[in-house]
């Protein structure tokens, strides 16, 4: 079984910084990929970014170049530096995780259950 734990999220000013982590543990062909996704009040959970244990990224436009997916293969732990935060970004982060990049699209297979990001002057 498969278990996902995140971090880090609060409250932020507009143009600030923000570290997401999430832990993962189990069986570790089951998080090859890890990812964040996110749902605001309203809206259909999205994906934000993810990454293969061979390093591969992926990236939602809205992100793209103001957050940086990593991952840590010793601690199983995937990270989301979020830089240049917008109030658009308010939204819960759910960390995940699934055998393949294809699963990306498709549905991952494990879930977080989430960590706020709230982004407000």
């Known amino acids: 079984q498969v278990q996902l734990e995140e971090s880090g999220g609060g409250l932020v000013q507009p143009g600030g910084s923000l570290r997401l982590s999430c832990v993962a543990s189990?069986?570790?062909?089951?998080?090859?990929?890890m990812g964040w996704y996110r749902q605001a009040p309203e809206k259909q959970r999205e994906l934000v970014a993810a990454i293969s244990n061979g390093g591969t990224t992926k990236y939602s436009k809205s992100v793209m170049g103001r957050f940086i997916i990593s991952r840590d293969e010793a601690k199983n732990t995937v990270y989301l530096q979020m830089d240049s935060l917008k109030p658009e970004d308010t939204a819960i982060y759910y960390c995940a995780a699934a055998p393949s990049m294809a699963r990306v699209s498709s549905g991952m297979d494990h879930w977080g259950k989430g960590t706020l990001v709230t982004v407000s002057s």
């Open positions: 189990g069986n570790s062909a089951s998080f090859n990929v």
